[in-house]
């Protein structure tokens, strides 16, 4: 078969461009460590290094959600901390005024101290984060959360939104709670009810701690009232109990006899679920009640320590009947509040769950990104090794197909004839 001399040539010369341009494709893999720059090099593997980059990107994101939720929860955190220190603080400042050997002046003192307390739970409950957003606004973050009102109590600014931020591909976490959910509720589980003394009342009754008996009974969850009275026929004190709940108010009991100290059934005959006690001297038209933890009244903390400011400084002047409504305000102050803080305690717990989770979170996608990274890696990635076994190779070749050009140049008739 006879071939031609260009064809020699030009077949020779395609085949050292073809292993030149391989060698040099072989160069950038080394010099740059990127096996796959090019999707026409390694199609099937360009597609999925275009997932695994996809992947990575949301892994890196999601790390980033999770630091930003972390960071906010732990300012929650330590916020709740100081804000129950500070209620447990007031609380044992109402705790020293109940024994009753203060004077007007002592509760005058300790009125101006709680209005300092109060002050710093207001700063507490108004808190900002490093951007300048308040903790506990909900959505409304650039708004104060609470302002006060002329005649004591606060307002809320805030709404009740729940900020959440994506977590994880199927999980949003709340990095906030609402300044309603932590200052102006109280939970309804594991609260006492609150019972307190009309500031009306002209006898010197002081009312105590309510016991529940039975907590089936749903007349436990009623406001209850308890109205003195004296007995036409025998001038004896009777009180009556009655359920609030209902307009007229439905009576439980009625003219039963009062006795110091004895405790009061609240319900009606084999309804009972709980019991209040009442000491001293009740005057005829004087009424008592007992509201559920969660009534409007008694959520507020802030409405909570304004009563007892209130009430610390009225002056007794040796009055029983004054001493009589003090003691009731602070018992109703201190229950009221013992709610509050247990409320205050729950949330926190709440965040704490939040951040520990978080911190879980945190570990996996760490685990995931770092597995995706190195998949991504070793798809991307130049093997050393092998490519300079290949470049060596296509470089020999090259070199045997230079030579092998050359040989075949010499391989004409014309230097036999012309030597």
Request: hydrophobic share 35%; aromatic share 4%; proline share 3%.
């Amino acid at each position: 078969m006879r071939i031609a001399t260009s064809q020699l040539y030009s077949s020779s010369l395609a085949t050292m461009e073809n292993q030149q341009a391989q060698l040099l494709q072989v160069e950038q893999q080394v010099s740059s460590g990127v096996s796959l720059s090019n999707p026409a090099d390694n199609p099937l593997g360009a597609a999925q290094a275009v997932q695994l980059s996809a992947t990575s990107a949301t892994l890196t994101q999601y790390q980033s959600n999770q630091s930003t939720a972390l960071s906010s929860l732990q300012l929650e955190d330590s916020t709740l901390s100081s804000v129950t220190s500070t209620l447990q603080a007031i609380n044992q400042q109402i705790q020293s005024a109940v024994n009753g050997s203060l004077s007007d002046s002592d509760r005058q003192a300790l009125a101006q101290q709680l209005q300092g307390e109060r002050s710093q739970l207001l700063t507490l409950a108004n808190t900002t984060d490093g951007q300048g957003n308040y903790l506990f606004s909900g959505f409304q973050s650039t708004s104060q959360v609470f302002t006060n009102l002329p005649g004591g109590g606060v307002q809320y600014n805030g709404d009740s939104g729940q900020r959440l931020v994506q977590v994880a591909g199927s999980r949003q976490i709340q990095v906030g709670d609402t300044g309603s959910s932590v200052f102006m509720s109280v939970s309804p589980v594991g609260s006492s009810p609150v019972s307190a003394g009309s500031s009306s009342n002209t006898g010197t009754g002081t009312i105590g701690a309510v016991t529940v008996t039975d907590a089936t009974q749903a007349t436990n969850s009623h406001p209850l009232s308890i109205q003195f009275a004296t007995d036409a026929t025998t001038g004896a004190l009777t009180y009556s109990v009655k359920d609030d709940s209902t307009n007229p108010p439905t009576t439980l009991s009625s003219d039963q006899p009062y006795t110091d100290g004895s405790p009061i059934d609240l319900g009606a005959s084999g309804q009972v679920g709980m019991t209040v006690a009442i000491s001293g001297t009740p005057a005829a038209g004087d009424t008592f009640s007992v509201t559920p933890a969660t009534a409007q009244q008694n959520s507020s903390v802030f409405s909570t320590i304004d009563n007892v400011i209130a009430a610390l400084q009225q002056p007794v002047n040796g009055s029983q009947s004054a001493t009589a409504n003090l003691t009731n305000a602070l018992t109703t102050g201190l229950t009221a509040l013992g709610n509050s803080i247990s409320n205050v305690i729950t949330v926190q717990a709440s965040v704490g769950g939040r951040e520990q989770e978080l911190q879980a979170l945190q570990t996996v996608t760490s685990n995931n990104s770092l597995q995706v990274t190195t998949s991504l890696s070793t798809l991307t990635s130049t093997d050393m090794t092998a490519a300079i076994t290949q470049y060596t190779q296509i470089s020999n070749a090259l070199s045997a197909s230079q030579k092998s050009f050359a040989a075949t140049q010499n391989l004409s008739l014309f230097q036999y004839i012309n030597p």
